[in-house]
């Protein structure tokens, strides 16, 4: 039998492996990260040609399964990430109680500006502000 999981969330260090095109540069400027379009607070790291990107990812029950996909665009600066989940689409029936259906993420303070009481990125909403019970749209 699976030892059920505790955690309400894990921090993945994903790689984000730098393709060297013979940039010669070393990109000192900070990366804008984007959680499926929305602008985050997260603070990318960068490790010679690799960033680390820091993603939070929920688990609220014994099996979750997400795809997360990783776009570095160096001429940009950012990094679009895409996190998907395929219970997302059995939603967007009814009013999200997470963030009284606004779509904010309620761990925020203020509420949606992807920081907590502390002034950290909060790791919840990804640093994005918006509710990931219901990846900000209001609806369960
Ligand atoms: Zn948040
Ligand atoms: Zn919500």
């Known amino acids: 039998m699976r030892t059920k999981l505790r955690l309400f969330s894990i921090l993945l260090l994903i790689f984000c492996s730098g393709l060297g095109l013979g940039l010669g540069v ?11 379009g929305n602008p985050s607070k997260i ?17 609220a029950a014994e099996n979750e399964e997400f795809t997360v996909g990783l776009h570095r665009d160096d001429k940009a600066h950012k990094v679009e ?27 925020d303070y203020p509420p949606g500006s992807g920081r907590n009481y502390s002034n950290i990125t ?8 918006r509710c990931y019970h219901c990846t900000g749209t209001g609806k369960l």
């Open 26 to 36: 070393a990109a000192s400027d900070t990366y804008q990260v984007f959680i499926n």
């Open 43 to 59: 603070q990318v790291e960068q490790d010679k040609e690799t960033l680390l990107v820091p993603i939070t990812l929920p688990a």
């Open 81 to 107: 990430v895409k996190i998907s989940s395929p219970k997302v689409k059995l939603r967007g029936a009814v009013d999200c109680y997470y963030c009284s259906g606004n779509g904010m993420c309620a761990n």
């Open 122 to 129: 909060d790791g919840s909403c990804n640093g994005t502000g």
